[in-house]
């Protein structure tokens, strides 16, 4: 079974930055997509970014284009959003998502939550 922890997450002003970490634990994946999602106050989950691999492909949403920045360290299985530039509309839950790229289930993390104070 796969696991996804998330942390990184807290309390930051406007124009701020903060590091996220998804740590994936269970099994390996030949080929995958690795992605953040958000839902903030009253809103559905959406895209951030996401990363692909073996292609080493990045893809972001429009809202975080040019401010975040998704990355991964395979030796330590974990994938990163580094956000910088922060908005109060960048507050959400950030959830991280494991996409084996197959017939097979994606896998979701319990989010961890951003907030941003104007």
């Known amino acids: 079974q796969v696991r996804l922890v998330e942390s990184g997450g807290g309390l930051v002003q406007a124009g701020g930055s903060l590091r996220l970490s998804c740590v994936a634990s269970?099994?390996?994946?030949?080929?995958?997509?690795m992605g953040w999602f958000r839902q903030g106050p009253g809103k559905e989950r959406e895209f951030v970014a996401r990363?692909?691999?073996?292609?080493?492909?990045?893809y972001y949403a429009d809202s975080v284009k040019g401010r975040f920045t998704i990355f991964r360290d395979n030796a330590k299985n974990t994938v990163y959003l580094q956000m910088s530039s922060l908005k109060p509309e960048d507050t959400a839950v950030y959830y991280c998502?494991?996409?084996?790229?197959?017939?097979?289930?994606?896998?979701w993390g319990p989010g961890t939550q951003v907030t941003v104070s104007s």
């Open positions: 998502n494991l996409d084996p790229r197959g017939p097979e289930n994606t896998y």
């Open positions: 269970g099994r390996t994946f030949s080929r995958y997509v």
């Open positions: 990363f692909i691999w073996p292609e080493r492909a990045t």
